[in-house]
């Protein structure tokens, strides 16, 4: 059983940035692949970005590429999203995944948090 804690999201002017983390209680953190979808009102939730268990390979969606980077601390079980250069379309509940895969946890990820909110306002 994996569970995933959120924390970092908030309300910031666009052109701002915001660093989410997100804790990982499971032993073997460095197995899992992880990664961040979002959801806005009245949307579907989107894949944002994926990074695997060793942190060598990373997924993005076209939507942050260029402003959004994904890395993790093994050491600490924690992942993180930094997003630059926010913009309005930005705002969304985030929430952090896990899988076994970094493609599952691309597309169909087992074990989500709770979200966090990041509002960006124009």
């Known amino acids: 059983q994996v569970q995933l804690v959120e924390s970092g999201g908030g309300l910031v002017q666009a052109g701002g940035s915001l660093r989410l983390s997100c804790a990982a209680s499971?032993?073997?953190?460095?197995?899992?692949?992880m990664g961040w979808f979002r959801q806005s009102p009245g949307k579907e939730r989107e894949f944002v970005t994926a990074?695997?268990?060793?942190?060598?390979?990373?997924y993005y969606a076209d939507s942050v590429k260029g402003r959004f980077t994904i890395s993790r601390d093994n050491a600490k079980n924690t992942v993180y999203l930094q997003m630059n250069s926010l913009k309005p379309e930005d705002t969304a509940v985030y929430y952090c995944?896990?899988?076994?895969?970094?493609?599952?946890?691309?597309?169909?990820?087992?074990?989500w948090g709770q979200g966090t909110q990041v509002t960006v306002s124009s």
């Open positions: 499971v032993q073997t953190f460095s197995r899992y692949a």
């Open positions: 990074i695997s268990g060793s942190g060598g390979g990373k």
């Open positions: 995944v896990a899988d076994r895969t970094i493609v599952v946890v691309s597309t169909g990820p087992d074990y």
